[in-house]
């Protein structure tokens, strides 16, 4: 059963950055597309960025789009977070999906992670 665990969350000022890990046990990653989505108090949790299962492909979110990068290698998934906002303030989470094609909608991710919160100061 593959549990997900991701790592690298804090406390950061406003400009700063945060890299965020997400890593497989009791499985890898290989043939999963990856995703990150986050939740801030009192919202629904929103998609932040796809990676396809050989890296070949990627998808942001336009809140995010060229501050933040989803990259992967053979054990784990990573958000590079750049130029963070207070906006930025959530739990973040990673989720795995066994589609052929890069996906947004949460409800189709099987596996999550427990999440590692990000806080932004202003």
């Known amino acids: 059963q593959m549990q997900l665990v991701e790592s690298g969350g804090g406390l950061v000022q406003a400009g700063g950055s945060l890299r965020l890990s997400c890593a497989a046990s009791g499985r890898t990653l290989s043939g999963y597309n990856m995703g990150w989505f986050r939740q801030a108090p009192g919202k629904e949790r929103e998609f932040v960025a796809a990676i396809i299962w050989n890296g070949g492909d990627t998808d942001h979110a336009d809140s995010v789009k060229g501050r933040f990068t989803i990259s992967r290698d053979n054990a784990k998934v990573y958000l590079q977070m750049n130029s963070l906002e207070p906006e930025d303030t959530a739990v973040y989470y990673c989720?795995?999906?066994?589609?052929?094609?890069?996906?947004?909608?949460?409800?189709?991710?099987?596996?999550w992670g427990q999440g590692t919160q990000v806080t932004v100061s202003s």
């Open positions: 989720a795995a999906d066994a589609a052929w094609f890069l996906r947004r909608n949460s409800s189709v991710y099987r596996k």
